[in-house]
């Protein structure tokens, strides 16, 4: 079973960017997760490789995008606009079957995060 490694976080003023990275990200669907303490971790956005569908979850439609580099075996969640409410810690997973933003005990291979901290 292979862990994937996120990496690209930080901190940012509101309105700055960030590029997160997923490695290695095969050629299943893979999905970008957020989680603040004492919340239920969150589905942001889900690429589907065999169609290169994406998914966004509403609060990131049109700031955040979705994207996979074939020859790095990595997907990139480019996040623009930052707000102070998309601070949080941020994760990436495959599915098997299917894609899209389902639950995420659907998802396996989680990696360990990447912090993720918008300052208003």
């Known amino acids: 079973q292979v862990r994937l490694v996120e990496s690209g976080g930080g901190s940012v003023q509101t309105g700055g960017s960030l590029r997160l990275s997923c490695a290695p990200s095969?050629?299943?669907?893979v999905g970008w997760f957020r989680q603040v303490p004492g919340k239920e971790r969150e589905g942001v956005a889900a690429?589907?490789?065999?169609?290169?569908?994406?998914y966004y979850a509403d609060p990131v439609k049109g700031r955040f995008t979705i994207s996979r580099d074939v020859a790095k075996n990595t997907v990139y969640l480019q996040m623009n606009n930052l707000k102070p409410e998309d601070t949080a810690m941020y994760y990436c997973a495959t599915r098997d079957a299917g894609c899209g933003l389902v639950p995420t005990w659907m998802f396996k291979n989680w990696g360990q995060g990447t912090q993720v901290t918008v300052a208003s």
């Open positions: 095969g050629s299943n669907c």
């Open positions: 690429f589907y490789p065999d169609d290169t569908t994406t």
